[in-house]
């Protein structure tokens, strides 16, 4: 099984901060990565897939890169509505695995 | 607009069956080019992914829970289902269905169902 772990578990910032979270996968995945977000109660929200590839409808401060084994997604200038937890997943022809998840709290 | 809708028992005695059902509006289960899948999220805890079911009719299950888990599909009725067998209090978790479209990932998602296991 190939196994996603993110970091940080958790993260502090203030509005307006650019934060980053990482995802590195136990093998390559390739570009087969995407990004969720998911607020209290609800279900998550894609983000962004194939890496580096924004869902339509997602704000352009949300941005993902990588390939291979890591990959990172980046939020320019916070917003009070991005406080949330982050997911990545990989997908291929078999499986999906998703990460534990990475809070990101008001500072 | 897509939209999927989880229904089912919210709570299963140990050693029994979870079932549940997605019922799916705004697209064809049978269309090419999506899979739809079962997702699960224990409270306080992150995403698993259960297994999901082609246009073909054919199955993917996480490994760890295959030997317990069936998805078969009604495309009669628009819907996909999950039986899980021989549950325990472990299986406690909020249910998701979800729509994968190929070479992106997961774009829709039911709103979930809590189920507890629970005597």
């Known amino acids: 099984d190939i196994q996603m772990t993110q970091s940080p578990s958790t993260l502090s910032a203030s509005v307006g901060d650019r934060v980053t979270i990482t995802c590195r996968a136990s093998q390559s995945v390739s570009d087969w990565l995407a990004w969720y977000q998911q607020k209290p109660g609800k279900a998550p929200n894609l983000l962004i897939y194939?890496?580096?590839t924004l869902e339509s409808g997602v704000p352009s401060r949300f941005s993902g890169s990588g390939s291979g084994t890591e990959f990172t997604l980046t939020i320019n200038s916070l917003q009070p509505d991005d406080f949330a937890t982050y997911y990545c997943q990989q997908y291929n022809a078999y499986s999906a695995t998703f990460g534990q998840g990475t809070k990101v709290e008001i500072k | 607009q897509v939209q999927l809708q989880e229904s089912g028992p919210g709570l299963v005695k140990p050693s029994q069956t979870l079932s549940l059902t997605c019922t799916v509006s705004?697209?064809?289960?049978?269309?090419?080019?999506?899979?739809w899948s079962w997702i699960r999220q224990p409270a306080g805890k992150g995403l698993e992914w259960i297994g999901r079911i082609f246009t073909s009719g054919s199955t993917n299950y996480n490994p760890s829970l295959k030997s317990r888990v069936t998805i078969s599909r009604d495309t009669s009725k628009n819907q996909f289902s999950l039986k899980l067998s021989s549950v325990t209090a472990a299986d406690t978790a909020v249910y998701y269905c979800a729509r994968y479209r190929a070479a992106t990932s997961f774009d829709y998602w039911g709103q979930g169902t809590l189920v507890t296991v629970s005597s």
């Open positions: 194939k890496a580096s």
């Open positions: 705004g697209a064809s289960i049978s269309s090419g080019g999506y899979y």
